[in-house]
């Protein structure tokens, strides 16, 4: 029999790969270390603060797992010699092609006989850098097995071996989707590459060679390189299995972490919508590190709101809350310098962004109101409202507004009736404005409602409309700045490209009502009526501040501006559940004034200068019911020519501003349909007429029916006609309205 030769020899082995070659196409010049690591992506995303501290880490790239670009000087020796040792144990000793191994391998498979392959380091991450040479499912084709090894050649040519370990290191697969040493460390082992032992490394080396296989196998691989590492010593390998089994079952490197989840997502998001990537920056892309998106916010702050937040939830854990959420602007330049989105574990929906859902407002939304009617000259800050009953007709039936403790204070100033967050007054207020006009407003601010005016009706004073919490953080940041809106601004680069722009937008409300509003919402004194002397919302610096509470204590709030800044806070549940005895000082108030406190510990916060067109006059009150001034006498901030000395129930024009409209009826409104219950006594369905005016006089079909700016009526069927009537016996305002049922009842009731 004749004896077979094979071409075993090195020299052997190269001609015939260099004929072969000479039939391929020439190979292109092989990419340099330094391009290989400038292009090197993570699946994560660094969001970083104003200084550059790292704030969140964010999964950007779903298809894999890759950590961070990890120097060969930062991988443990133990991970480096596993490697070599499992994977090319000559790794120091060729140029790119193990001859010995390949000629190994050739008389292996001409024998069926199980060998290791050929395939060198270098040689795999030949096929990891070009798409090309990329193994499939299936295996390399010949061709590419010949192109792999001419670029592995190239290779080491042109690449230093520390270069080509430390680029295979980060480029390897290794389990499902993790790519590259730095991930595998921290999902498999939650620790750094450096800090990996013998035990360890032996794993991760085992999973180059079969990433998908099942524990038992990997353990077995494991086991073999432990061997190798440690000759001579004893390995226990079911230990090493069993420590294998957890291992690959372990996901400690999360998807995204830190303290500003949801500012991360609004952050990448804004990149987005502007068309731009996150960039790592210079130093950063050297050192192949994570793309890094710059934000405003301060990391120490965010550190705060974020623990203070935790901390009151925690509180008030008794009363049903387990959600909230907090932001802080910078008044001049709109930045955001705290984003909470929510409590975080406290929460069973950490996920919502409470920062920008929409939620029920409550009463914050009564300085925008004021502000406007102040601007309007429909009211002065010393302008008397009367906080009683009142029953408002509407197009649906009659509107009926309470105060949150259920009790009327009678004529009040406009300065109590805000500050004090009377609910009554309120609704008097958007009598005057009217709510679709408010809408207009509260749009301009930047509070996108979803409905007209008319549709939320006279409860949009009381917050029935949703908005979001940094909506309308920014609408009090825009009284903070005497009326001017801005958008609030996230990342650097927005910030930066609203720097260019300019903002040379005019006011959205009166720079001297904002003013006035601001005024009152720092007038301890004015809110105590409500909220005692002792407030939380007292501070030892300049403060404005409004609380809120939405239908059923869904919703509690608190938002308000210093000199420098405005904070909002919002204290809740995301399910939508009510919580349970949460007032507006115990609820987001405590957090919003820590907040602040904070923010001041070593900056002073002053009030404003007032702007021009203001008068600041002494002003006095008439008497009350029992013979004693309304309100103390004070000094009071008024747009010029609306100011006047006295403001009483009985002197001629004392409660209305110079300029306020002419007598109107109020309530009801044109076209109402009234209809009687038979089943209610008639003189429980009387109607309230309400009007604005001195002097003047109620008319029912033509007959006198009384006087005053109020009258209760007990109707009966038909059309009517209500008109109102002057001191000079003019009519000056009428409604047509319609009764309809219950007329036996109603006619036995007026005999």
């Given amino acids: 029999m004749p004896r077979l030769t094979f071409p075993a020899s090195r020299s052997c082995l190269a001609a015939a790969l260099a004929v072969i070659a000479c039939a391929l196409p020439v190979v292109a010049g092989a990419v340099s270390f330094e391009e290989v690591k400038r292009e090197f992506r993570p699946s994560d995303t660094a969001v970083l603060d104003r200084n ?92 590419q097995k010949i192109g792999q090894t001419m670029a592995a050649a190239q290779l080491e040519r042109s690449w230093r071996k520390d270069q080509i370990l430390e680029a295979y290191l980060n480029t390897v697969p290794f389990r499902g989707e993790i790519v590259g040493i730095d991930a595998l460390s921290r999902t498999l082992f939650g620790k750094a590459p450096s800090g990996l032992d013998a035990r360890e490394a032996s794993v991760a080396a085992a999973l180059v060679r079969a990433p998908n296989a099942k ?68 130093r950063q892309a050297a050192a192949g590190r994570e793309a890094a998106v710059r934000t405003t916010l301060r990391a120490p702050l965010q550190r705060f709101a974020l623990a203070t937040l935790q901390r009151h939830l925690k509180e008030l854990r008794g009363r049903h809350v387990e959600d909230g959420a907090l932001v802080v602007l910078d008044n001049a330049s709109g930045e955001v310098l705290a984003w909470v989105g929510s409590s975080g574990p406290l929460s069973q929906a950490a996920e919502v962004d409470a920062v920008t859902a929409l939620r029920q407002p409550g ?33 649906s039936g009659l509107y009926i507004p309470q105060n949150y403790d259920r009790q009327f204070k009678g004529p009040v100033s406009v300065r109590t009736a805000l500050a004090a967050s009377l609910n009554v007054p309120a609704v008097r207020t958007l009598v005057m404005v009217s709510p679709e006009s408010f809408a207009r407003q509260l749009r301009a601010a930047g509070l996108p409602l979803r409905e007209s005016g008319d549709y939320y009706g006279y409860s949009l004073a009381l917050g029935s409309a949703e908005v979001s919490l940094l909506s309308l953080t920014n609408a009090y940041r825009m009284l903070a700045n005497g009326g001017r809106y801005g958008q609030p601004t996230l990342t650097a680069r927005a910030l930066a490209a609203k720097a260019g722009a300019g903002d040379d937008a005019a006011p959205i409300v009166d720079p001297r009502a904002a003013f006035i509003v601001g005024d009152i919402l720092s007038d301890a004194n004015a809110r105590t009526r409500t909220f005692g002397l002792d407030s939380i919302l007292s501070t030892r610096f300049w403060t404005a501040v409004k609380t809120g509470t939405s239908k059923d204590m869904r919703d509690n709030w608190a938002v308000g501006w210093s000199q420098r800044y405005t904070v909002g806070v919002w204290v809740g549940n995301a399910s939508g559940a009510s919580m349970w005895d949460v007032s507006g000082t115990s609820g987001a108030a405590p957090v919003w004034a820590e907040v602040m406190r904070f923010l001041h510990a070593r900056e002073p916060s002053r009030a404003p200068r007032p702007p021009a067109g203001l008068v600041e006059a002494p002003v006095a009150f008439g008497p009350g019911a029992d013979g004693n001034p309304l309100e103390a006498a004070r000094s009071e901030w008024f747009l010029q020519g609306t100011e006047q000395p006295l403001f009483a129930l009985d002197n001629a024009g004392a409660g209305t501003p110079a300029g306020a409209a002419a007598a109107r009826i109020t309530a009801p409104a044109d076209g109402t349909i009234i209809a009687l219950d038979p089943d209610i006594p008639p003189l429980h369905q009387r109607v309230r007429f309400e009007a604005e005016g001195r002097g003047v006089q109620w008319r029912i079909d033509g007959k006198h029916f009384a006087r005053g700016t109020s009258a209760q009526w007990l109707p009966w069927p038909g059309r009517h006609v209500i008109e109102l009537v002057d001191a000079g016996g003019k009519v000056v305002d009428q409604r047509k309205l319609e009764v309809r049922g219950a007329g036996v009842v109603a006619k036995s009731a007026r005999r």
């Fill in 215 to 282: 524990p038992a196998l990997v353990a077995q691989r494991a086991c073999e390189v432990m061997r190798a590492m440690e000759p001579g010593q004893k390995i226990d390998c079911d230990a090493l299995d069993m420590f294998t089994s957890a291992a690959v079952q372990r996901r400690a490197f999360d998807a995204t972490e830190g303290i500003a989840p949801h500012a991360a997502r609004r952050a990448l998001k804004e990149l987005r919508e502007a068309g731009e990537t996150a960039a790592p920056t210079s």
């Fill in 363 to 395: 009463s914050t939304l009564k300085p925008l109101l004021y502000a406007q009617a102040i601007a309007e000259r429909r009211l002065t800050a010393a302008s008397l409202i009367d906080d009683s009953s009142a029953q408002i007709s509407t197009a």
């Fill in 52 to 143: 550059g501290e790292l704030l969140q880490r964010m999964r950007t790239d779903a298809s894999v797992r890759r950590g961070q670009w990890v120097t060969l000087a930062d991988v443990s020796p133990a991970l480096r010699m596993a490697m070599v040792l499992s994977e090319d144990r000559r790794f120091y000793e060729h140029s790119g092609i193990d001859w010995r191994a390949v000629s190994s391998a050739a008389w292996g498979n001409l024998w069926n006989t199980r060998t290791r392959g050929a395939s060198t380091i270098t040689m795999q991450l030949s096929g990891l850098l070009d798409d090309d040479l990329r193994r499939a499912n299936s295996g390399r084709s010949f061709t």
